[in-house]
């Protein structure tokens, strides 16, 4: 559409004619489309200067024309539980910086391209990043918050999590990790002021709850949602990631670890698919090493499960992993199943798992 339009406007009549054949349904012009436009990241810009006759569009007629940007969304990493009065919140994001692919034939091959968003975030993060110190440094960034409802953590502690989130797609799981930690510091905290004030008053006599004036509490003195939450067990939380490489890629690596030693990760599943000879992805160590406590998870402490991150070749892979998993225990435990009968069963599993919000995934292509 774009091109037909520069086409209507360009005044040499070989430019007119190549971006009719490049906006063409003819097998010729969508292959040569696919080569030059698609594949190189042809943008309107591009064509102003490769086509100069169509420079003397006019503004109106070219911002009619070009579609909106799109806005980009990034997950929050941080939890507003953290720290009291701590109103800062963080996101992570991959600089998207690539060279288009080298076509035979073609001198206009290997472009340079960056993400319209990150390319621009990274130009503000630069000074913080090169400076010793970057007290003083400030730069305002216009964002909007777009609220989820599906894609969050349980109301009820003791629902153990699994979450998969490889490359950035872990940005979210930091936020839930440390809003975890946050609850159960809470917790303790709610049975320690318990602790304190129960039995024989040091002074000689017995302290009654009705003499024990706390806010947010009943008429009896009592919060029941607080008391709950406190008596609540944990439920465990497993973590997969993958990158490409160890040294490099493993965002959050010291969080990770330190949510681990903290207990807050029961378990730490990573891979790296650029550090073998093998490639190694979050789905090859779902059908591995995590196979059996997958299973138990799923089936037996009906768990919750999030997936994060690419959705086009990830998330089908994960799922696929999990059904897999999930349908090999179903064999074990029916002798006379056949493996397609077993995965029927286990698609139905999982299928009944995000229709009650125990599967949730929240992907990007």
Same mark, same amino acid.
């Given at each position: 559409?774009?091109?037909?339009?520069?086409?209507?406007?360009?005044?040499?009549?070989?430019?007119?004619?190549?971006?009719?054949?490049?906006?063409?349904?003819?097998?010729?012009?969508?292959?040569?489309?696919?080569?030059?436009?698609?594949?190189?990241?042809?943008?309107?810009?591009?064509?102003?200067?490769?086509?100069?006759?169509?420079?003397?569009?006019?503004?109106?007629?070219?911002?009619?024309?070009?579609?909106? @940007? *799109?806005? &980009? %969304?990034?997950?929050?990493?941080? #939890? +507003?539980?953290?720290?009291?009065?701590? $109103? !800062?919140? /963080?996101?992570?994001?991959?600089?998207?910086?690539?060279?288009?692919?080298?076509?035979?034939?073609?001198?206009?091959?290997?472009?340079?391209?960056?993400? @319209? *968003?990150? &390319? %621009?975030?990274?130009?503000?993060? #630069? +000074?913080?990043?090169?400076?010793?110190? $970057? !007290?003083? /440094?400030?730069?305002?960034?216009?964002?909007?918050?777009?609220?989820?409802?599906?894609?969050?953590?349980?109301?009820?502690?003791?629902?153990?999590?699994?979450?998969?989130?490889?490359?950035?797609?872990?940005?979210?799981?930091?936020?839930?990790?440390?809003?975890?930690? !946050?609850?159960?510091?809470?917790?303790?905290?709610?049975?320690?002021?318990?602790?304190?004030?129960?039995?024989?008053?040091?002074?000689?006599?017995?302290?009654?709850?009705?003499?024990?004036?706390?806010?947010?509490?009943?008429?009896?003195?009592?919060?029941?949602?607080?008391?709950?939450?406190?008596?609540?067990?944990?439920?465990?939380?497993?973590?997969?990631?993958?990158?490409?490489?160890?040294?490099?890629?493993?965002?959050?690596?010291?969080?990770?670890?330190?949510?681990?030693?903290?207990?807050?990760?029961?378990?730490?599943?990573?891979?790296?698919?650029?550090?073998?000879?093998?490639?190694?992805?979050?789905?090859?160590?779902?059908?591995?090493?995590?196979?059996?406590?997958?299973?138990?998870?799923?089936?037996?402490?009906?768990?919750?499960?999030?997936?994060?991150?690419?959705?086009?070749?990830?998330?089908?892979?994960?799922?696929?992993?999990?059904?897999?998993?999930?349908?090999?225990?179903?064999?074990?435990?029916?002798?006379?199943?056949?493996?397609?009968?077993?995965?029927?069963?286990?698609?139905?599993?999982?299928?009944?798992?995000?229709?009650?919000?125990?599967?949730?995934?929240?992907?990007?292509?």
């Amino acid at each position: 559409r774009v091109l037909m339009f520069f086409s209507s406007v360009a005044s040499d009549s070989e430019e007119e004619a190549a971006l009719r054949l490049l906006s063409s349904k003819f097998a010729a012009g969508e292959d040569i489309f696919n080569k030059f436009v698609d594949e190189q990241r042809i943008s309107a810009v591009d064509i102003l200067r490769l086509f100069p006759s169509c420079q003397n569009v006019s503004l109106t007629g070219l911002l009619g024309t070009l579609p909106s @940007i *799109a806005p &980009r %969304y990034y997950s929050v990493t941080s #939890s +507003p539980l953290t720290k009291e009065g701590d $109103s !800062s919140l /963080t996101v992570a994001f991959s600089v998207v910086d690539y060279l288009t692919p080298s076509t035979a034939g073609l001198v206009f091959g290997r472009r340079r391209i960056g993400g @319209i *968003a990150t &390319r %621009y975030l990274e130009c503000i993060c #630069s +000074p913080f990043l090169s400076q010793s110190s $970057s !007290s003083g /440094t400030s730069h305002k960034v216009s964002i909007f918050p777009k609220p989820t409802s599906d894609f969050q953590l349980p109301a009820n502690l003791s629902t153990p999590l699994i979450l998969i989130g490889p490359g950035t797609g872990v940005a979210p799981f930091m936020g839930f990790l440390a809003h975890r930690q !946050s609850q159960i510091a809470s917790n303790e905290t709610t049975r320690a002021a318990k602790a304190s004030v129960e039995g024989t008053w040091r002074g000689g006599y017995d302290l009654e709850e009705d003499e024990m004036p706390v806010s947010n509490r009943d008429g009896r003195g009592l919060n029941p949602a607080l008391d709950f939450t406190s008596n609540q067990v944990i439920g465990d939380i497993d973590l997969f990631f993958g990158c490409r490489h160890k040294h490099h890629d493993w965002l959050y690596e010291e969080e990770m670890m330190r949510f681990k030693e903290d207990g807050i990760i029961k378990n730490l599943q990573v891979a790296f698919s650029r550090d073998g000879k093998d490639r190694l992805y979050v789905q090859n160590k779902i059908t591995g090493d995590a196979a059996e406590r997958i299973r138990t998870m799923v089936l037996d402490k009906k768990c919750a499960i999030y997936v994060c991150g690419d959705g086009n070749a990830m998330a089908k892979d994960v799922q696929d992993a999990i059904i897999e998993v999930l349908a090999q225990a179903e064999k074990i435990a029916d002798d006379s199943s056949n493996l397609d009968d077993a995965k029927i069963k286990a698609t139905a599993i999982l299928e009944q798992m995000k229709a009650s919000n125990k599967f949730v995934l929240d992907i990007w292509s």
